[in-house]
């Protein structure tokens, strides 16, 4: 089934219904035990109506990180493996794939999940290859809220490409870096803006364009 996201970033009467029946569940079977199955019952009853008809219009935090994750696995095979670079066919196994949540403007929307963790409406992509001789990124930002095609691109450097390499930590949502890279070869410039966690492993393969 699919998921209406805008509910998890908007009022999500799904969610809310589903957690009160849980409560409900829990507090009739608690009566029932202690008590009378009298009082208990009915309480138990509404909750379990109140479960079934929210379980398939709640939006949860997983369902936000699974449909996510699902895009990665997407990425690798819809965005990387055997797509070609000069005479070069790539393979998805030789990248590093990052993702997460960012909140690009202020019409981008955000929640603070029972995790305790923000979600955004945007989150992107990135696909990282680097070594000491060259550098190939593939990114892109998608949008929960919209059916417009993912905003991609993509970056190639090598020995012959001049690099300015800049990088800022993103503080909210925490835990993200913007990273802006300008190269140049053969007289043509060009800027990429792509986002990585602010984590070493990213760290490692970014330190390849110093």
């Not at 089934?1 to 219904?17: A, L, S, T, V």
């Not at 909750?47 to 379980?55: A, L, N, Q």
């Not at 970056?155 to 490409?161: I, L, P």
């Amino acid at each position: 089934m699919d998921k209406k996201f805008e509910r998890y970033f908007g009022n999500n009467y799904g969610r809310k219904i589903y957690i009160i029946s849980i409560v409900l569940i829990a507090i009739g079977l608690a009566v029932g035990f202690a008590y009378f199955w009298g009082y208990g019952m009915p309480v138990a009853i509404v909750g379990v109506i109140g479960f079934f008809i929210s379980y398939g219009i709640q939006v949860s935090d997983k369902d936000i990180d699974d449909h996510v994750l699902a895009t990665v696995e997407k990425y690798k095979e819809e965005k990387i493996e055997g797509t070609l670079i000069g005479k070069e066919k790539l393979q998805a196994k030789d990248f590093s794939f990052f993702y997460g949540y960012i909140r690009e403007d202020s019409n981008t929307r955000f929640v603070a999940g029972s995790d305790g963790k923000i979600r955004t409406s945007k989150y992107y992509v990135t696909a990282i290859s680097a070594d000491r001789n060259k550098f190939i990124a593939f990114t892109s930002i998608y949008n929960l809220l919209s059916n417009d095609a993912p905003i991609d691109d993509m970056v190639y450097t090598d020995s012959e490409t001049e690099i300015e390499f800049n990088s800022e930590v993103i503080e909210f949502p925490n835990g993200n870096k913007k990273c802006t890279l300008k190269t140049t070869k053969g007289g043509e410039s060009k800027e990429t803006v792509f986002f990585v966690p602010n984590d070493a492993l990213a760290d490692k393969l970014l330190s390849n364009l110093k």
